[in-house]
């Protein structure tokens, strides 16, 4: 797991680093997670690359979630006030684009590939919680719509560790490059952008 190079023309795309998200029980700290991400973040925008915060909630009726049969069936609950909040760490922008989901991918139902694609966007590189779920949906759905994906191993957990090792191992080496934050930082910091 390497990477070899990133797009000119990349953004940043974290999923779900939000109050009500960090604070469930993850494979991986999640305090470390977020950390990695707002190193990346602050990468990003220091070299005038788009970082994208997606975060998911729900109408007060839960109207707005799919509710498919072969879903794990959801409780009744009410979301915490914070819930869609991001983590503070992450240190939102004016300039960040925000973009709410309402299921697994930040693709689904969203305006996330119309950002990009008015930005020149060719390649995204990928974080978050969690790596079974939000990150590898959206990470197929990139793949599919022919963006050079990265995914940001160190930047992302999930609720079951073997869920996590699975994509990580198994399901993004068919999807995308893989490697850490700082090789990631290094790639960024050296100039080596493809152009798109």
Same mark, same amino acid.
């Given at each position: ?27 991986? %700290? ?19 690359? %788009? ?43 004016? =300039? ?8 697994? =991918? ?30 590898? =949906? ?59």
């Amino acid at each position: 797991m390497t990477i070899t190079a990133l797009d000119s023309r990349t953004a940043l795309v974290l999923i779900d680093l939000q109050k009500g998200i960090v604070r469930l029980p993850t494979a991986h %700290p999640a305090d470390a997670v977020v950390s990695k991400a707002a190193e990346l973040a602050a990468a990003f925008r220091k070299q005038g690359l %788009p970082v994208v915060l997606v975060h998911v909630t729900f109408a007060a009726d839960g109207g707005d979630a799919l509710k498919p049969r072969a879903d794990h069936p959801r409780p009744p609950m009410t979301l915490p006030a914070d819930f869609a909040d991001f983590a503070e760490e992450l240190q939102l922008q004016d =300039s960040d684009i925000v973009v709410t989901k309402h299921h697994w =991918s930040a693709f689904y139902g969203t305006d996330l590939e119309l950002h990009l694609r008015r930005r020149g966007i060719t390649g995204i590189v990928l974080g978050g919680i969690s790596t079974s779920v939000g990150v590898e =949906s959206t990470a197929r759905e990139a793949h599919d719509r022919a963006f050079n994906v990265t995914i940001a191993s160190d930047a992302l957990t999930d609720l079951h560790l073997p869920s996590h090792e699975h994509s990580l191992t198994q399901i993004f080496p068919r999807l995308a490059e893989v490697g850490t934050t700082e090789e990631i930082l290094a790639v960024l910091a050296a100039n080596h952008l493809q152009p798109a």
